[in-house]
């Protein structure tokens, strides 16, 4: 049987289901640019209609930190960016546009037009890229056996898109997107999903992701191991969204923290 080595411990596991944006992909690179422009666009919608823009900036809308320089370059763990779904998303964006005048059904529709207005910018650049150690680790587990799903927030086209530009799809036997269940992270419905197609049973799998709504997930599903990715100057630290209480079996800086191991059968 496959053994999962994260932080010292060992997880007897059969299979592991990957969170996407911040595990895999690198969320600022693709997510920070798509809500840039969102909040452009729409801000530009108000304008036209000579209303005054959000009366919040961007961190304080969805969770985005930014440099020096004015620009994204972090995300708080525990934001509706990292952690709510588009929809959710955009639901904070209908409500500032409400608070600057428009109707509520106006706030929304304009809302819906600038995300499409962003995914048609982020479609056309394509701007995804894996996070260090992320391709080594998946070829360790394909060479493992070990069946692979990702469980994401974003929905599942888009999601799966987004797999196929990093060279990644075909390492991952389920896509479950937040659209497949009633209840999204950080309830267990996408984990026992992503376990049903893969025939998973017993709770012998393991959930890795970068906040505490996939490990809330997980623990809910009832997974042997809850694994949290942070920056090593952020673990144990409440700064960031990296609480000292997290429910995380094991919290470690990469994926070049984990390993696959055989567990050798009697002689």
Known sequence: MPILRAAGTDYRIDGILFDKDGTLLDFIYT???????????????????????PDADLDALWGALRANDGNV??????GPLAMGTVDEILTILAWQGYRSGLSWAEAKTLAADAKRWADERLEASRSARLLPHVLPFLEECRRSGLP?????????????????????????????????VKQGKPYPDMALLACDRLGLDGGRFAV????????????????????????????????????????????????????????????
């Open 31 to 53: 997510w920070g640019n798509w809500s840039e422009r969102l909040l452009a666009r729409f801000s530009a919608f108000l304008q036209e209609r000579k209303l005054p823009p």
């Open 73 to 78: 370059s972090d995300y708080d763990r525990n």
């Open 148 to 180: 692979l799903a990702v469980v994401t927030a974003d929905d599942t086209l888009p999601a799966v898109k987004h797999l196929e530009w990093l060279g990644i799809r075909e390492f991952f036997s389920a896509v479950i997107g937040t659209d497949q």
């Open 208 to 267: 890795i992701g970068d906040t505490e709504g996939d490990i809330r997930m997980a623990k809910e599903a009832g997974a042997a191991a809850a694994i949290r990715i942070a920056a090593i100057g952020d673990r144990g630290s409440a700064a960031d969204g990296f609480s000292p209480a997290s429910e995380a079996d094991a919290i470690v800086s990469s994926l070049r923290e984990l390993s696959i191991i055989q567990e050798e059968g009697p002689t």
